[in-house]
């Protein structure tokens, strides 16, 4: 059987309808990896981006309104999500798949990961897959909870990131050594801001908090609630 972190048997975690609230939701989070998606596309209009870990569909649904003439695929473990994440999608598919272990048949420019890596047992397993499925100069963009951020110096074994299912955790310099160590050069590495410090949540202090999050996304620091890397695969 395989060695996974994600509990079938238990309601998803991560299943989201399409409403127009959490479409708003999910565009303000992404907001950030959109940037650095764009950023790094060059202006390419023609394209082909595999995202890992799709949960519930919403990055590739705003990405295919974007970029009409771009390709994307996806792989979710979950089936629940699979089925789900198609359903906001017009052209693209969503397949099931293990993200430790997947193999395309074409290759990819772009692949992104969004608070997927901390949840596999074999990390560097994932970042093999993507290897093999990356053109040259191909670029990865992950995003995963920040072990050396402010919220867990502060908070202890309180920090949220503390979970059952986050089984591989780093900080920022960690990470991007994996990377590096894994045949791939840093483009760009940092952090989000304090969205684990429940009072900075809350009024007046989350206005300011999450409108840097709008605003800037990340900054180059390893404080962060949240890590950033935008990877490129060495020739």
């Known amino acids: 059987m395989e060695n996974v972190t994600v509990d079938l048997d238990s309601p998803s975690l991560y299943a989201e309808s399409n409403t ?17 998606i764009h950023k790094n596309l060059q202006n390419k209009d023609k394209f082909h981006l595999l995202e890992i870990g799709t949960g519930s569909g919403f990055l590739i ?14 792989i979710e473990y979950d089936p629940r999500l699979v089925e789900l994440g198609n359903t906001k999608l017009t052209k693209s598919l969503i397949i099931q798949g293990n993200a430790e272990q997947f193999q395309f ?7 992104v990961s969004l608070q997927v890596i901390e949840h596999l047992y074999n990390p560097e ?5 993507v290897k093999k499925c990356l053109n ?14 402010l919220s867990e110096t502060i908070m ?17 310099k960690e990470w991007d050594d994996f990377m590096i160590q894994n045949g791939f050069s840093k483009v ?4 989000t801001f304090f969205t684990g410090i429940p009072f900075l949540n809350k009024f007046p202090f989350g206005i300011f908090n999450w409108s840097l999050l709008y605003l800037f996304g990340s900054f180059s620091w390893k404080i962060g609630e949240s890590y950033i890397g935008v990877f490129k695969l060495k020739k």
Request: charged share 25%.
């Open 125 to 129: 397993k994932m970042v093999d897959s």
């Open 105 to 111: 048949e074409s290759k990819f420019d772009m692949i």
């Open 156 to 172: 202890k074994n309180k920090w949220h990131g503390y979970r059952e299912d986050h089984v591989a955790l780093k900080n920022c």
């Open 20 to 36: 127009r609230m959490h479409r708003l939701k999910r565009k303000f989070t992404y907001s950030n990896v959109l940037r650095l």
């Open 61 to 74: 649904s705003f990405l295919e309104n974007k970029y009409p003439n771009a390709t994307f695929d996806g």
């Open 188 to 191: 760009y590495s940092g952090s």
């Open 136 to 149: 040259v100069n191909g670029v990865f963009i992950f995003t995963t909870p920040n072990l050396g951020c």
